[in-house]
Every structure is written in C-alpha cells, then in structure tokens.
T-cell receptor, first 113, second 113 residues
Framework: AQSVTQPDIHITVSEGASLELRCNYS??????LFWYVQSPGQGLQLLLK??????LVQGIKGFEAEFKRSQSSFNLRKPSVHWSDAAEYFC???????????FGKGTTLSVSS | SQTIHQWPATLVQPVGSPLSLECTVE??????LYWYRQAAGRGLQLLFY??????ISSEVPQNLSASRPQDRQFILSSKKLLLSDSGFYLC????????????FGSGTRLTVV
C-alpha cells in the first residue's frame, strides 16, 4: 500500500536561511507527488506537484522539490525562508487507483528572527 | 473558475447531538469529492470520497456518514457525536483523477463538549 513519511515533526529555521523538508514515499509505480501548505486554522494550499519529466519541480512562493526515485524521496526546498513561510507542510502521494491522496503527518515549520 | 465552499467555519456541539457539515463546489461538473479529518499531530485522515451522485466510499469505520445528494454537494453527518469526533474537517474536490491534486475548502473546526 502507498504511504508517505515525513520524518521531521517540527523544524525551526532562521529567517533568510535555506530550508529543506523531507518526504519519503512508498509506491510501486511512478508516483504522483504533491506538497501542500497549511496556515493555522486554514485549508491546504497546493505548493507544487510532480507527475513525470524533469525531476526538479518549481512551485509557488519560491518553493521547489526534487524527485529522487532511487531514494524514494520528494524533498521540498526553499533557498531563503521568510517569516510568512511559518506553517504546516504536508507531502502527499496519489493512490494507485487515482481516487485519493495519501498524506504524511506533516512538518511544522517555525521561522525565527 | 472553480471554488469550494465549506460551512460552518466553527461548531461546538454537545456529545450525543447530530452533525451536518456541508460542502459545495462551483465551476466544475462531476468532481471527485472528499472529506478528511485532521487531528493534532495525526495528519489528514481520509474519511469518505465520492466519484458521483450517491456513490460514497468509506475509508474508516466510525459513527460518521456522508452523502452526495447533488453533483456538487457533499455532506458529512452524524446521528450522535462522540468526544472523539472533535477535529478539523476538510472538504476537497478534484477532477476525475487525482493526478492534478486537490483543492481544499477552508475547513470546519468541530469541538464536541
């Protein structure tokens, strides 16, 4: 069965520093992968998605993610973090039937000044 | 453009009372519709999904139910709420396949007291 693991529950990064959030997936075929962001008390917003092709995917708000099949990873990165990036981040994979997304448990990002 | 509406935003209900949360989508037809529950530290749990009117798939057995009386309307219900039903409930829609990800509503914070 498909699954997603986000190893880091909480990460604190200084404003202006770089960021990498880890995501590992379990999936037998080529996965469809997603990153979402959630501000407190809000719904989730799609940051970026990967289907095929170029393994480096650009998203909104300056985020990017790199698909590495050999490592079963889809890590999210940002070169310079802003205080407004503080939020919860979820990695997800589409299930094999294409009927639903399976989410990781999320990583909470705090930004220190 | 497509929009998704979810209400109410917050709800406080006594144990044993009924529940009805509503979600509607505009600007698309025959969407896939989803209900997720988010509990602190537990990520997003898929509760129900629907690929068409009257077609409901349940992912987790519990005292909640879902209905889809119209193409773009998805309702989450309970006859008798439990304390454990407290959480943040999110509705989402996608096109026929989830390859392009979900669009989420803004969520309902349910507190059962």
């Amino acid at each position: 069965a498909q699954s997603v693991t986000q190893p880091d529950i909480h990460i604190t990064v200084s404003e202006g520093a770089s960021l990498e959030l880890r995501c590992n997936y379990s999936y037998g075929a080529t996965p469809y992968l997603f990153w979402y962001v959630q501000s407190p008390g809000q719904g989730l917003q799609l940051l970026l998605k990967y289907f095929s092709g170029d393994t480096l995917v650009q998203g909104i708000k300056g985020f990017e993610a790199e698909f590495k099949r050999s490592q079963s990873s889809f890590n999210l990165r940002k070169p310079s973090v802003h205080w407004s990036d503080a939020a919860e981040y979820f990695c997800a994979v589409a299930n094999q039937a294409g009927t639903a997304l399976i989410f990781g448990k999320g990583t909470t990002l705090s930004v220190s000044s | 453009s497509q929009t998704i509406h979810q209400w109410p935003a917050t709800l406080v209900q006594p144990v044993g009372s009924p529940l009805s949360l509503e979600c509607t989508v505009e600007g698309t037809s025959n969407p896939n519709l989803y209900w997720y529950r988010q509990a602190a530290g537990r990520g997003l749990q898929l509760l129900f999904y629907s690929i068409g009117i009257g077609q409901i798939s349940s992912e987790v057995p519990q005292n909640l139910s879902a209905s889809r009386p119209q193409d773009r309307q998805f309702i989450l219900s309970s006859k008798k709420l439990l304390l454990s039903d407290s959480g943040f409930y999110l509705c989402a829609w996608s096109s026929f396949r989830t390859d392009h990800g979900y669009t989420f509503g803004s969520g309902t914070r349910l507190t059962v007291v």
